[in-house]
C-alpha cells in the first residue's frame, strides 16, 4: 500500500515537471520570436508570458506567424 502510494506520488511529480518543463519551454520560444520579430519585449509583456496559461502560450506562438504588431500576437482569436 505505502509503496504504491509513494509510486503514485513519483508519477504524478514527474508528470507535474514536465509539464512545467513544457510551459517553460514555450514561453522561452515566444521570448525568443517576439525578440527577434519586433526587437524589444516590454516589461508588461514579459510578466504576461510569465503568468500565462499553457493554452495562452500555444495560441500566442501561432498568432506570432501572422502578426503584423506586438498588440496582434496576444489578440484572441
Known amino acids: 500500500m505505502l ?9 504524478d511529480w514527474k508528470q507535474q515537471g514536465l509539464e512545467q ?7 522561452s520560444a515566444l521570448k525568443h520570436l517576439l525578440l527577434r520579430r519586433f526587437k524589444a ?5 514579459l510578466t504576461r508570458i510569465g503568468q500565462a ?17 506586438l498588440e496582434d500576437v496576444f489578440k484572441a482569436h
Open 3 to 11: 509503496a504504491e502510494t509513494v509510486e503514485q506520488w513519483a508519477k
Open 21 to 27: 518543463g513544457f510551459q517553460q519551454g514555450e514561453a
Open 41 to 45: 519585449i516590454p516589461p508588461e509583456t
Open 53 to 69: 496559461t499553457p493554452g495562452q502560450l500555444e495560441q500566442w506562438l501561432e498568432n506570432i506567424l501572422d502578426a503584423a504588431t
